[in-house]
């Protein structure tokens, strides 16, 4: 039984128990002896970590993906928990709880997929009503969007992850929707709850997430426009020129071709689409970062990617 998890791990706490080797990648050091830059994950979140001795043996033995049992310790590096091992060995799969080793949504799956098709239900415009229609009618498709995660690291990385981002999105599309005039509404919150659905086959979730191969030679977009393709086959008779207006907010909706989009959005509703996106995974993001460090600071660790520390608030407020 697992004993010991991401979160809870503090600076000089000793390692021993079983976590995901999220990643792996070989180094040298300045004397040319390689060395092991490790992530380790479960449920609660990941740790980066370093392996000094052993490491051919140990890099030979595991790769990522694996359950691993960690003997080593934690020290903070720069600001930040860093796991130093020295040891790491593959653990069957059949040895250890799944359920302790993938993060999942802390909202109820059945209640938000409900919530989704209320919202799928206000839908007016007829062609689009039968394309919902034939997405949830598709039974290995709704439960493959319960479960998928939104994203591998930057938002709603977690099982259940997809919908939860959906259905906000569809809620704040309508939202939006409704404070502009010469919207089509129906068109925006359909392309809310569709953007992403390639996500479902994009990744791989059973032991952690990690992309496809599918989903690394493909990627989501072209993906979701291969799924939505087959469900207009569905539909009799669906319009071509709202065919086309939806397959552009599928390929748009990263915004920029230098963030993935294939092209920029070129309607009202794509631009819209874009920004909606890009508000909910924003948050999203910020939120899961401020929660995986050291709860008593104010601040949080430097971030990356967006270039800033984020204020969390002062500890008695």
């Not at 004397?31 to 970590?49: A, C, P, S």
């Not at 796991?83 to 359920?99: D, I, S, T």
């Not at 989009?261 to 874009?274: D, F, H, M, Q, Y």
């Amino acid at each position: 039984m697992k004993k010991q998890f991401v979160g809870e791990i503090k600076a000089g706490d000793k390692l021993d128990d079983i976590f995901i080797l999220s990643e792996k990648s070989m180094s040298q050091k300045r004397d040319g002896n390689n060395f092991l830059n490790i992530t380790l994950g479960d449920k609660t979140g990941r740790i980066k970590g370093v392996i000094w001795d052993d490491v051919d043996r140990i890099s030979g033995e595991t790769s990522p993906g694996d359950f691993v049992h960690v003997r080593g310790s934690v020290s903070d590096y720069k600001g930040v928990l860093q796991a130093v091992v020295k040891g790491m060995e593959p653990v069957l799969p059949g040895e250890v709880e799944p359920a302790d080793y993938l993060p999942k949504t802390d909202r109820d799956i059945e209640t938000m997929f409900e919530r989704l098709l209320q919202v799928t239900a206000t839908i007016k415009t007829g062609c689009l009503k039968e394309l919902f229609k034939a997405f949830w009618n598709d039974k290995e498709f709704v439960n493959r969007f319960k479960t998928a995660p939104a994203g591998k690291k930057m938002h709603h990385a977690y099982i259940g992850g997809l919908l939860e981002h959906t259905l906000s999105m569809a809620l704040l599309a309508d939202k939006v929707a409704g404070h502009y005039s010469g919207i089509d509404r129906d068109l925006l919150v359909s392309g809310a709850i569709l953007h992403d659905i390639g996500k479902i086959l994009e990744f791989d979730y059973s032991t952690s997430i990690d992309y496809s191969d599918q989903g690394r030679l493909l990627n989501h977009i072209v993906i979701g426009l291969e799924l939505l393709g087959e469900k207009m086959e569905s539909v009799e008779n669906f319009p071509k020129e709202k065919a086309l207006l939806l397959k552009h907010m599928i390929v748009s909706h990263h915004g920029e071709r230098e963030f993935g989009s294939p092209e920029p959005p070129k309607t009202i509703e794509a631009v819209l689409l874009n920004y909606i996106d890009e508000i909910d995974s924003k948050v999203n993001g910020i939120r899961e970062f401020m929660k995986s460090g050291n709860e008593n600071e104010t601040w949080t660790s430097y971030h990356r990617l967006l270039g800033r520390y984020f204020y969390k608030g002062k500890i008695n407020n």
